[in-house]
């Protein structure tokens, strides 16, 4: 193996936001109340699901899973970068980087199949009310967390081996907020065109893949409702557009940036941001403004607590 002339990398230099100081504190103030948004939210959603009887159904069951998941994503990424904005050498140690990518492609391959599951639940809610317990029942939700997690565990680890080993002894220069495989992998001292495509089949099209499921599944929804004598299609429509608001926003920048060869999206830092900052602070705020039963259940909560400082 013929490696460049150079000293073994050690660290990588994150580029961060090229602008002036005074735009990165706004983005510094900006960010860090998001990210506290996106923490209390999901929260808050776990622990009303958690602590409310009225909503031991399944797909807040569902529900209270994706909020975890959403929180350790933007976890992942969003300390670190909102950190950098106050630091001029924006510096990670090389394990710091693969052990961030490791965790952000463990975290998304697993929401990517909880949101299919999700999307199964309300497939047999609308066209299946009647069986709707029995087939939803505790041992296939079970099933669906677990499952979840298993392909996201492979789905990062068969990335993660490949990438782990790779010799670094050239640029050091990552043109993003965090760690991610297309641009590191760029980076190696070695030839990646392999392993680049195969980052593109693994990530890429497993995104584009699930999206185009959870598609179909609700236009099999939609079109199922459609030809009940009793309508019942802007119920439908009411009921799958947060989910299919949480699913485009999220599928999308991941197809963009791991579906498409790697000079074209990888480096888009907009991109970057609403994969990793935006989008996991969309989930509480759909599931919350546009749901009334979510909401009599967190001010349900709200008025128990109240009344038992009271009492104490």
Known sequence: MDLKNGSVVTEFILQGFSAGWELQIVFFVTFSLIYG????????????????????????????????????????????????LLTEHKTISIWGCMAQMFFMHLFGGAEMTLLIAMAFDRYVAVCKPLHYRKI???????????????????????????TVNLPFCGPRII??????????????????YTLELFVIADSGLWSLICFLLLLVSYTVIL?????????????ALSTLSAHITVVSL???????????????FASNK??????????????????????????????????QNVSSTQNF
């Open 136 to 162: 939803m029942n505790h041992r296939l939700l079970n099933g669906f967390v677990i499952l979840s997690w298993t392909i996201g565990f492979i789905h990062t680890m068969s990335q993660m081996v490949l």
């Open 250 to 264: 999220f599928f999308g920048p991941c197809i963009l940036i791991y579906a498409w060869p790697f000079k074209s």
């Open 223 to 235: 079109a199922s409702v459609q030809r009940r004598p009793s309508g019942g299609l802007s119920k």
């Open 270 to 303: 907009v991109l970057a941001v609403f994969y990793t900052v935006i989008t996991p602070l969309l989930n509480p705020i759909i599931y919350t403004l546009r749901n009334q039963k979510m909401q009599e259940a967190m001010k349900k909560l709200r008025f």
């Open 175 to 192: 043109d993003n907020i965090f760690c991610d495989l297309p641009l590191v992998i760029k980076l190696a001292c070695v030839e990646t």
């Open 37 to 84: 948004a996106t923490v209390l939210g999901n929260a808050l959603i776990m622990v009303t699901v958690t602590c409310s009887s009225t909503l031991h159904s399944p797909m807040y069951f569902l529900l209270g899973n994706l909020s975890f998941l959403d929180m350790c994503l933007s976890t992942v990424t969003t300390p670190k970068m909102i950190r950098d």
